[in-house]
């Protein structure tokens, strides 16, 4: 009876795990953000103590809608440009996908929305897509930060679950093989 129990326990949670995996991937809304600083600068900036910036972002797959909401403080000055480049891994750089300066203009906090292709959607959401402000200063980029989708919860419930439940089998599964010997 108790190994029917695991095995019907082991079931359920693999069957979580799937419907999680599959509502997440059915989500139209997907949420992302960026932390923005100089170290993530290529090549290196000049150096600006306190320089720095966040960004909260949402994608909608549905429409191929991307919003953003993006604030900074503590540059040398103001911004003289600012762009979503891609794609890039972090310490790589790439070409302009959209330019968030004349959407947003160029004041903290920077919101707007822009239509992406399918192309763009890609590298966005293969966290390969980062955010550069420029200014007279650094004209490469004054901060950078790479965006990242932000994991959905009930993935991270489901995959956490199947793993604490895997662990805990194969912790009993131990127990009885050394009584067994």
């Known amino acids: 009876m108790m190994q029917m129990s695991k095995k ?81 891994a972090p310490g790589a750089t790439a070409g302009v996908q959209v330019n968030i300066g004349d959407i947003s203009g160029l004041t903290s906090p920077m919101m707007g929305s822009a239509t992406l292709t399918d192309t763009q959607e890609a590298g966005l959401l293969s966290d390969l897509w980062y955010i550069n402000i420029h200014t007279s200063l650094n004209p490469a980029g004054e901060i950078r930060g790479q965006v990242n989708v932000v994991p959905e919860p009930l993935t991270l419930l489901g995959v956490g679950t199947a793993m604490g439940f895997g662990a805990a089998f194969k912790c009993k599964l131990s127990q009885k093989n050394e009584k067994a010997a």
């Open 8 to 88: 019907s326990l082991l079931g359920l949670t693999v069957a979580a795990t799937i419907l999680g995996l599959s509502q997440a991937a059915e989500a139209h809304t997907i949420h992302l953000t960026a932390t923005l600083d100089q170290d993530q600068e290529i090549p290196a900036p000049t150096p600006v103590p306190g320089a720095s910036g966040f960004a909260n972002l949402t994608y909608d797959t549905h429409d191929n809608l991307l919003n953003w909401n993006i604030l900074f403080s503590g540059l040398s000055d103001d911004p003289v440009a600012a762009h979503f480049h891609g794609p890039a």
